[in-house]
């Protein structure tokens, strides 16, 4: 099984500023099988970036993501008041497909 | 446009069964592989189970394999999850989702999660 540890648990950042978020695998992970998926409370996820680096249909702009291997990264580059909330990554190349247990991004 | 309802959830004593179902619409059912994904309360996600787009694949955590099947009827754009000894620890929001792709299903490639469901809500507890 693919182990996804996110970075940091918590990240407290100020609407305008850029938020770089983290996701390591425990094994390499194909850079066309990793998602990041955005959750709001009391709501299903959202698929945001697919294949580590391609935006879902409908995701502005601000959202990108990089990396390869074992390491990605969701950068947001101005954030918005609504972009505060949880967010995960997902490896989907081999089962058992695996989240990251969730970086929160918080109001300062 | 595409959707996905889920229903069946509710409360459950231990060791009782529980059966899910999605309703797709507005979109091609039958050509797309299907999944379940669950949230544990204030927990993260976790993925359970999927099927490809006839059923002639199916996959599962190992939490949850041998007592959770995985089926659909594409005549029906209905996607199950037949829940058997159910434990506390399965206690969570179940969410059907759909790969973002049409894909094949004898050899079915994996693929990222680009419809979900709003959830329904299982609780196991005597």
């Known amino acids: 099984e693919i182990v996804l540890t996110q970075s940091p648990g918590t990240l407290s950042l100020s609407p305008g500023e850029r938020a770089t978020l983290s996701c390591r695998a425990s094994q390499g992970v194909s850079s066309t099988h990793l998602a990041w998926y955005q959750q709001k409370l009391g709501q299903a996820p959202r698929l945001l970036i697919y294949?580590?680096?391609s935006r879902a249909t409908g995701v502005p702009d601000r959202f990108s993501g990089s990396g390869s291997g074992t390491d990605f990264t969701l950068t947001i580059s101005r954030l918005e008041p609504e972009d505060f909330t949880v967010y995960y990554c997902q490896q989907y190349g081999t089962s058992p497909i695996t989240f990251g247990q969730g970086t929160r991004l918080e109001i300062k | 446009q595409e959707q996905l309802v889920e229903s069946g959830g509710g409360v459950v004593q231990p060791g009782r069964s529980l059966r899910l179902s999605c309703t797709a619409s507005?979109?091609?059912?039958?050509?797309?592989?299907m999944h379940w994904v669950r949230q544990a309360p204030g927990k993260g996600l976790e993925w359970v189970a999927l099927?490809?787009?006839?059923?002639?694949?199916?996959y599962y955590a190992d939490s949850v394999k041998g007592r959770f099947t995985i089926s659909r009827d594409n005549s029906k754009n209905t996607l199950y999850l037949q829940m058997n000894s159910l434990r506390a620890e399965d206690t969570a929001v179940y969410y059907c989702a759909r790969d973002s792709e049409e894909s094949g299903d004898i050899y079915y490639t994996y693929d990222a999660f680009g419809v979900w469901g709003q959830g329904t809500v299982v609780t196991v507890s005597s």
């Open positions: 507005g979109f091609s059912f039958s050509t797309y592989g």
């Open positions: 294949g580590a680096s």
């Open positions: 099927i490809s787009s006839e059923g002639s694949n199916k």
